[in-house]
């Protein structure tokens, strides 16, 4: 999603930084059984315009993306343990999906 990255900016000693998103990043708190069942809410018409990137177990340990791809396609949905969502959309579905999980203090 490029759009939603700002500009390249510079500091005082004219070093390049990349840019950042324009917008705050919440990091809500919930279990595996809470994010289990927000991605499968996911995979519903309703929610199809969103940009979703999931983590699960089966990723995180692989060591290279083409072990990845191949676990993957062996790998029913079901059996995959997610450590984590990154949901990006328009703030009322993402608050439908994520409303009542609290912020990660």
Known sequence: MPEVVGADVADKTGNRHLGIIEFPVPVLKGNMKELKAIREKLYEPEFSDLTVVDFSDLAQGCKAYDEFIEKMGSTAEQELKY?????????????????????LR
């Open 83 to 103: 450590l984590g969502l990154t949901i990006c959309g328009t703030k009322k579905k993402v608050n439908k999906l994520t409303g009542s999980m609290p912020l």
